[in-house]
């Protein structure tokens, strides 16, 4: 006599089976028809293949790519680039520098990123100075304020950035503040209802509503932008909460912010109007946004974006080309080191010829699992002559490089892929000695600071601490 429930039982086991494998089958083919990167696709498929319910799930969340649209149509971008460019034009008598002429064509070729000379560069190397220079600038502020960060924490740093912009905005001063949605996830929708209730347009960037929209959870707005009045900007590595200033429980925040007054702050202005349409869908294009700016320095700025809907990745090409061509030294400081095939190799053949190249990372970050991923590429440079430090005092989040006394960048750029490839970046890329000559001081300075790793040492690590290193290399791509 057939048992009909255990027939059933049966037959449901196997549909599960062929349903649930035809689904892991499915994803893995749609990946490799995708034509993405070998390294990432590889990836994907060893976690689909190994932790297959995980992986399913991760790919749903942050794997599935999103096909490559334009932000703004060309009409109106061209709208938004006409009075940039007439500056840019304008500039009298002006000459690229003939050692990064072709970095700098380079730049204006795949992201429109018009080089801007005699601008003045002002450096913080700590929370409470930058905060002290922005509050300062802002209250000086008579005409707009443009605010935008991946972090505005509900902490005693970003209620005093909140209460300074609600006075400004009182004041008669147009006031936008754009976050990240994700980096500001846990903050309450109050903290930025109080401004909106003073004036202040507030949005956030790409935000995720489960179960719609979760692939946007993987492109966010890494970006720290601030432009005030159309005339001062700042750009780089802090976000606004209290960690900034205060540091973490094993030491100091180590980090590194410009001020830039003169006419590269059209390439602020332009990236964060951008942003604002890219979210608000409203085109901002009045001159009062691009005023005219008078010669503040000696510096040439280029402001460069890098985003995941385009179909270049500037800011990892520029530092490839900018590696490459160094000739006496290049140094680096960045919290991840999960560099991409062609920075890697960038960097191996800068060494492998004779340049001094130097990486500082943090001996401790605030994430383990990519400090493994970090750790696991150290040997790759060591063996090529890179000279590797750990930074001891506390957690090193700075994104500075600065090669052959000339060249200089500061931004939100990460040396990693999610830098690279998902995020939306900012750096300002400077070309000038004494700017230069300042970021070499710096690094050296931060280098009394470390050890220096040496290949022999570093490869007697243990077996577990190497096995979990490596397990986490597999997954750099996604992570």
């Known amino acids: 006599m057939i048992d009909w429930n255990v027939l059933f039982s049966q037959i449901a086991s196997v549909a599960f089976n062929l349903i649930y494998f035809g689904i892991i089958i499915g994803?893995?083919?749609?990946?490799?028809?995708?034509?993405?990167?070998?390294?990432?696709?590889?990836?994907?498929?060893?976690?689909?293949t190994f932790l297959p319910v995980v992986g399913l799930a991760f790919y749903f969340f942050f794997g599935r790519s999103q096909r490559r649209e334009r932000i703004i149509s060309r009409n109106s971008y061209d709208r938004l680039l006409k009075k940039p460019m007439a500056e840019y034009l304008a500039q009298a008598d002006f000459r690229l520098p003939t050692r990064y002429a072709r970095l700098i064509q380079l730049f204006q070729h795949t992201n429109q990123a018009w080089p801007f000379e005699n601008n003045r560069v002002e450096v913080y190397t700590n929370g409470y100075t930058k905060i002290q220079a922005l509050i300062r600038e802002l209250m000086r502020a008579k005409d707009h304020i443009h605010l935008e960060y991946y972090i505005f924490e509900d902490d005693a740093v970003g209620r005093l950035i909140r209460d300074v912009l609600i006075d400004k905005a009182r004041e008669g001063v147009e006031v936008r503040v754009l976050y990240d949605d994700v980096g500001c996830w846990h903050v309450a929708k109050d903290f930025y209802a109080e401004m909106c209730d003073a004036g202040i347009e507030v949005r956030s960037f790409l935000k995720v509503r489960f179960p719609l929209f979760t692939s946007k959870v993987n492109y966010r707005n890494h970006r720290k932008i601030v432009v005030i009045d159309g005339k001062i900007g700042f750009v780089g590595g802090m976000n606004l909460a209290e960690r900034y200033v205060r540091g973490v429980s094993w030491g100091g925040w180590r980090d590194t912010h410009i001020l830039l007054e003169g006419k590269a702050v059209h390439?602020?202005?332009?990236?964060?109007?951008?942003?604002?349409?890219?979210v608000d869908r409203t085109l901002l294009t009045s001159s009062c946004y691009f005023?005219?700016?008078?010669?503040?320095?000696?510096?040439?700025?280029?402001?460069?974006?890098?985003?995941p809907v385009g179909p270049w990745k500037e800011i990892m090409q520029g530092l490839a080309k900018a590696i490459v061509e160094a000739k006496t030294y290049f140094y680096i400081q960045t919290?991840?080191?999960l560099p991409t095939e062609?920075?890697?190799?960038?960097?191996?053949?800068?060494?492998?010829?004779?340049?001094?190249?130097?990486?500082?990372?943090?001996e401790r970050a605030d994430n383990q699992l990519t400090h493994w991923g970090s750790c696991s590429y150290l040997t790759d440079v060591l063996r090529a002559g890179v000279k590797v430090y750990f930074y001891q005092e506390g957690f090193l989040h700075s994104k500075l490089m600065v090669s052959d006394d000339l060249f200089s960048t500061v931004g939100s750029t990460n040396i990693d892929f999610r830098s690279f490839e998902h995020n939306f970046e900012v750096n300002a890329f400077m070309y000038d000695e004494m700017t230069a000559l300042e970021m070499k001081e710096i690094f050296l300075w931060d280098q009394k600071e470390c050890t220096q790793l040496f290949l022999k040492k570093w490869e007697k690590r243990s077996w577990k601490t190497k096995t979990a290193e490596s397990v986490v290399r597999l997954l750099a791509p996604l992570l």
Not at 267 to 278: E, I, K, R, V
Not at 349 to 356: C, R, Y
């Open 267 to 278: 390439g602020l202005q332009t990236a964060f109007l951008l942003d604002w349409y890219f």
């Open 342 to 362: 062609q920075i890697l190799g960038a960097l191996q053949v800068a060494a492998l010829s004779g340049v001094d190249v130097r990486l500082m990372i943090p």
């Open 27 to 48: 994803t893995i083919i749609v990946i490799v028809l995708d034509n993405r990167n070998p390294v990432k696709t590889m990836a994907w498929i060893l976690v689909l």
């Open 291 to 307: 005023p005219k700016i008078e010669s503040y320095g000696t510096t040439l700025v280029q402001v460069v974006t890098s985003e």
């Open 335 to 337: 919290p991840y080191f």
